[in-house]
């Protein structure tokens, strides 16, 4: 089922898209889109989100777990996350989650910083 990125929340359980290709190094990574040529620089704590969405966890899950990890605001790291899939989605990253054809994609890279 496709959606709209917009239509991403908490209750969400987006998976990768499995074109695109990973590396990573030092707890950050870079994403490759074949298809597009589209390449993404990820900081640390979106790189794990980033391999946190084919494990089936809601993204309530992943920020619960990353809010304790780094003992921060449950609100604002579920925030964070929602936004960051999100722009995962904008850019074409996301298993059934795109832009319709007459959108546009997001240029900014997602999570970085």
Known sequence: MRREPADIDGTS???RSPE?????????AVLYDPRTGAAMVLN????LVWRSL????????VARRLSQRFDTDLD??????????RGFGRNGL???????PDDGGDAAPAGDG
């Not at 089936?56 to 899950?61: F, I, Q, R, Y």
């Not at 604002?76 to 899939?85: A, G, H």
């Not at 996301?94 to 319709?100: D, I, Q, V």
């Open 13 to 15: 359980a987006p998976t």
């Open 20 to 28: 695109v290709l990973t590396a990573e190094l030092d707890g950050e």
């Open 44 to 47: 640390a704590t979106a790189t």
């Open 54 to 61: 084919d494990s089936g966890a809601s993204l309530e899950s």
């Open 76 to 85: 604002q790291v579920r925030s964070e996350v929602v936004e960051v899939v």
């Open 94 to 100: 996301l298993e059934g989650a795109e832009l319709a």
